[in-house]
């Protein structure tokens, strides 16, 4: 299989892609408008981030306590915060010429002209170097160097090598993603874990699914923009296949807080349902006969993938918040 570059889209960095990248002329003659907070706000990926800083909460909460005070937690969340979002700065300055031609990406402050990419690359640097400077400083060097790891795996090795590279990027790269939980929980306890790995795993494998199944109805999108996504490359059905293997291996790591002790009985067995329901999903999906009730599939699958992260994770929360509340009470009686 041939690597897919930058240069085969819109001609990379080349003059006619300049309309893109110049920082002089954003988009036809356009002159860059940064003096709207807003357009900087959506260079930080607002709906990934809040995804990054939930799952971050969590590994931080399902640590044991009594290792990190209230402010520290609270800087500690804030820096994670702000070093998702300078990747997802970094990552929109690089992919400024593929989000010009993706239908899902064209009104991106770069592409529309809103942001200059310099601004765009500086501002993703300052806020890099500013989160994990003040992660190392006010929390520990652990997770100032995990931080630092992710937010250079996201940017370098994920959106420059291997996004426009080979169909397993998101394999490969979903390990950005699933670094948060460990951040939050070295920033807790100074250390890595096996149950912060099991964190990890859930996010790693849950990624494949999740946007394999985005890629199947946004298949013109991405062959557009000549990234190699699974369906592009391997075809529908190795994409569908490979979605259920990953979603039975998910499902496995989503009940393995139960029996770790960390999670509780009832995240057990919540987290045992919504492993089932992702993989009846998944097998809807695999056996969907035609096109269209493939795409149909498809998009229940993904909307479903996110309640299933989302809701995983906040019984987790929530039963930590109240065991940690229960054990303040007999401690006070």
Not at 70 to 98: E, K
Not at 153 to 164: D, E, G, H, Q, S
Request: contains cysteine; hydrophobic residues 55%.
């Amino acid at each position: 299989m041939a690597a897919v570059t930058k240069e085969p889209v819109l001609a990379g960095k080349t003059a006619e892609n300049k309309d893109v990248q110049s920082e002089e002329q954003p988009k036809a003659g356009r002159r860059p408008d940064s003096g709207k907070a807003g357009n900087y706000m959506v260079l930080l990926k607002p709906r990934v981030m809040s995804l990054v800083v939930f799952t971050a909460l969590v590994g931080l909460m399902a640590a044991p306590p009594g290792g990190i005070a209230p402010l520290q937690a609270a800087l500690a969340i804030v820096c994670i915060a702000v070093g998702a979002g300078a990747s997802g700065a970094l990552n929109m300055w690089y992919d400024a010429d593929i989000d010009a031609v993706m239908k899902r990406t064209r009104s991106r402050p770069i592409p529309k002209g809103a942001v200059a990419p310099r601004q765009a690359l500086l501002y993703g640097l300052l806020l890099a170097v500013l989160s994990v400077a003040a992660l190392g400083f006010f929390v520990n060097a652990l997770s100032a160097f995990l931080l630092a790891f992710t937010i250079f795996f996201y940017a370098v090795i994920y959106t420059v090598w291997l996004k426009r590279s080979t169909p397993q990027n998101i394999v490969i790269g979903g390990a950005a993603g699933a670094f948060p939980p460990v951040i939050g929980w070295a920033a807790a306890t100074g250390e890595i874990s096996l149950s912060s790995i099991v964190l990890f795993l859930i996010i790693f494998l849950w990624t494949p699914p999740h946007f394999w199944a985005l890629s199947l109805f946004s298949h013109d999108d991405y062959e557009t923009a000549q990234i190699p996504m699974m369906p592009n490359v391997r075809g529908e059905l190795s994409t569908k296949r490979q979605i259920f293997v990953y979603s039975i291996l998910m499902a496995l790591a989503g009940v393995a807080p139960g029996w770790l002790g960390f999670g509780g009985w009832v995240y057990g067995i919540c987290a045992a349902v919504l492993g089932l329901m992702f993989v009846e999903y998944a097998r809807r999906l695999l056996v969907a006969p035609g096109r269209a009730l493939m795409i149909q599939a498809a998009r229940k699958l993904f909307f479903f993938s996110l309640m299933y992260l989302s809701l995983l994770f906040a019984i987790l929360l929530t039963e930590t918040v109240i065991r940690r509340l229960l054990e303040f009470y007999d401690r006070l009686a």
